[in-house]
């Protein structure tokens, strides 16, 4: 697969993210079927501005520190189910798309 296809599985598969719910940055590797953690979030920080970006987090649940509590107040909006202020609770916020891993182009 080359980067622009790679890009655009990447940001297809955040933009169905629902709103209030969340995926990991490994969550969303899987999901494409392709790349790890780092290439997810490589690919979020130069391509995804255009998608909600807020609705990919770590791991643990934190949020992205580069974006001023922005993360923080969309997920707040969304009524997104939080451990802390800066914190998602995974157990109940974690989202997976319905057709499973490689599923993710549409």
Same mark, same amino acid.
């Not at 494409?32 to 501005?49: F, I, N, T």
């Not at 643990?60 to 922005?70: A, I, N, Q, T």
């Given at each position: 697969?080359?980067? &622009?296809? %790679?890009?655009?599985?990447?940001?297809?598969?955040? &933009? =169905?993210?629902?709103?209030?719910?969340?995926?990991? %940055?490994?969550?969303?590797?899987?999901?494409?079927?392709?790349?790890?953690? =780092?290439?997810? /979030? !490589?690919?979020?920080? @130069?391509?995804?501005?255009?998608?909600? $970006?807020? =609705?990919?987090? =770590?791991?643990? /649940? /934190?949020?992205?520190?580069? +974006?001023?509590? !922005?993360? @923080?107040?969309? +997920?707040?909006?969304?009524?997104?189910?939080?451990?802390?202020? &800066?914190?998602?609770?995974?157990?109940?916020?974690? $989202? $997976?798309?319905?057709? /499973?891993?490689?599923?993710?182009?549409?």
């Amino acid at each position: 697969m080359d980067r &622009e296809e %790679y890009v655009e599985r990447v940001l297809v598969m955040v &933009e =169905r993210i629902p709103p209030g719910r969340v995926m990991s %940055y490994g969550d969303v590797a899987e999901a494409v079927g392709v790349g790890g953690p =780092r290439q997810v /979030g !490589r690919v979020m920080s @130069l391509e995804g501005g255009a998608v909600p $970006w807020w =609705r990919v987090v =770590r791991a643990d /649940g /934190g949020l992205p520190l580069c +974006h001023d509590g !922005r993360a @923080l107040a969309q +997920h707040r909006a969304e009524g997104t189910p939080l451990r802390s202020p &800066e914190r998602v609770d995974m157990e109940l916020a974690r $989202w $997976w798309p319905p057709d /499973g891993p490689g599923g993710g182009t549409g």
